[in-house]
Antibody, heavy 121, light 106 residues
Framework: EVQLLESGGGLIQPGGSLRLSCAAS????????MSWVRQAPGKGLEWVSA????????YYTDSVKGRFTISRDNSKNTLSLQMDSLRADDTAVYYC??????????????WGQGTLVTVSS | QSVLTQPPSASGTPGQRVTISCSGS????????VNWYQQLPGAAPKLLIY???QRPSGVPDRFSASKSGSSASLAISGLQSEDEADYYC???????FGGGTKLTVL
């Protein structure tokens, strides 16, 4: 059974930094691309970042480029998101997600339970 | 405000068939596949449909979806109370999500 367990969320002041982690189990972590998706309170889903299976290719939504860094450690089955220069509009539940490919397209087949990041003074 | 437009709400009675639309453009839905996700209250999203109309194992065949041009739709037949949830469409390899539709089972 696929399990994705996020940690690292909490209350942080604007301008601060936070590092989210996601411990993966139940599948061959090094064979799958991964992503982070967030959901602001009472709002919809927003894709944040993605990384390929080997970690060599990373992608970001425009609003976090230059502030967030996605990375992975395949030896520890761990996905991370380093978040710097945090702003109030980064407040959200952050989901770790496993990506799968069908033909030449991608979809998200597993989601963690999420970790809440609150940016407030 | 998402580039994929979904109705904010939808409703139906048990046993009824309901559809949820997802409207985009030629640059997103028109040139990419669509995935659908279900988010039950207080829970993480769950994959419902991928690649326009493919149902993962474990998803009841009451759920179906289609895509035509720059729009897509999710259909739920034989509506059940446990289908009450938020539904999201997504495209462009899940980098773009719709705003979500809250489905109420009356």
């Amino acid at each position: 059974e696929v399990q994705l367990l996020e940690s690292g969320g909490g209350l942080i002041q604007p301008g601060g930094s936070l590092r989210l982690s996601c411990a993966a189990s139940g599948f061959t972590f090094s064979s799958y691309a991964m992503s982070w998706v967030r959901q602001a309170p009472g709002k919809g889903l927003e894709w944040v970042s993605a990384i390929n299976d080997r970690g060599g290719d990373t992608y970001y939504t425009d609003s976090v480029k230059g502030r967030f860094t996605i990375s992975r450690d395949n030896s520890k089955n761990t996905l991370s998101l380093q978040m710097d220069s945090l702003r109030a509009d980064d407040t959200a539940v952050y989901y770790c997600a496993k990506r799968s490919q069908y033909s030449s397209t991608w979809y998200t087949d597993s989601w963690g339970q999420g970790t809440l990041v609150t940016v407030s003074s | 405000q998402s580039v994929l437009t979904q109705p904010p709400s939808a409703s139906g009675t048990p046993g009824q068939r309901v559809t949820i639309s997802c409207s985009g453009s030629s640059s997103n839905i028109g040139s990419n596949t669509v995935n659908w996700y279900q988010q039950l209250p207080g829970a993480a999203p769950k994959l419902l449909i991928y690649s326009n109309n493919q149902r993962p194992s474990g998803v009841p065949d009451r759920f179906s979806a289609s895509k035509s041009g720059s729009s897509a739709s999710l259909a739920i037949s034989g509506l059940q109370s446990e289908d009450e949830a938020d539904y999201y469409c997504a495209t462009w390899d899940d980098t773009v999500f719709g705003g979500g539709t809250k489905l109420t089972v009356l």
